[in-house]
């Protein structure tokens, strides 16, 4: 199945970054697109279709995403792995937060088919919650489409050999160490993991060279308030006809 996961903040002319609270962005700094080219980029990059609604849901902070994928799995709407197209001015990998910490100390130990079900869910947050979701073996491979002046973040600790250049992430689990004075020496390689995951490809894609190939099976529209200002909102109404909302 191939899911859309969409965060309002990609369709700005910059990128916020390290918000806290729900302070909206400031309308002159940080500008949105208009509506006809939000509703171009819908129909003739995503292909989506008012004639033709998907099964969704419009949420408010990213990390519900994850939330409402656990829904459609335990309910049977969702088989996994599945496709993820995350069209995002951020990665939601996991930098700049110590998820990793609990993620390769911790979580990775557990058999792949146990995680969700031993996960802690305040640990899943709106800037790490793709990492859980690969971490719970729920995602097969992932396009990262992004605005054109994006500037890599991806968290390194979650790829395969440490860097982006292998165009994958492979998590990895160690035992018995304290993970974040480690860092520097795991992903120097001096340290083995216990345990290592199967690859996870992904594609790096800036708006322009992005086009959809085939309608998607389901939607999450994102508002994160902290990071869009309020003349963005236009948008939750805008998106409505595209989604059956579940």
Request: aromatic share 14%; hydrophobic share 40%; net charge negative.
């Amino acid at each position: 199945m191939r899911i859309l996961d969409i965060d309002m903040d990609f369709f700005l002319d910059g990128i916020a970054h390290w918000q806290n609270g729900e302070e909206r962005l400031n309308d002159e700094d940080f500008k949105p697109w208009n509506e006809e080219e939000f509703k171009r980029f819908l129909e003739d990059k995503c292909l989506l279709s008012k004639d033709n609604p998907i099964k969704g849901r419009i949420i408010k902070e990213h990390n519900e995403a994850f939330f409402f994928w656990d829904e459609l799995i335990k309910e049977h709407g969702l088989m996994t792995p599945f496709h993820v197209t995350h069209i995002d001015a951020h990665s939601d990998t996991g930098l700049g937060d110590s998820g990793y910490i609990y993620i390769m100390g911790e979580l990775m130990l557990q058999p792949i088919e146990k995680r969700r079900e031993l996960l802690k869910l305040d640990k899943v947050w709106m800037g790490n919650y793709l990492s859980y979701a690969m971490a719970c073996g729920w995602i097969s491979d992932i396009n990262f489409v992004v605005p054109e002046f994006w500037e890599n973040e991806m968290f390194s600790g979650h790829l395969k050999n440490f860097s982006d250049d292998c165009m994958a992430f492979q998590f990895k689990g160690f035992k018995d160490i304290d993970i974040g004075m480690s860092y520097e020496r795991i992903v120097g390689r001096m340290i083995s993991p216990t345990t290592i995951d199967d690859e996870i490809p992904f594609k790096i894609i800036r708006n322009k060279e992005y086009q959809a190939e085939e309608k998607y099976d389901r939607i999450v529209f994102c508002q994160s308030p902290s990071y869009t200002p309020q003349k963005a909102d236009y948008m939750l109404e805008v998106i409505k006809p595209y989604i059956i909302e579940e």
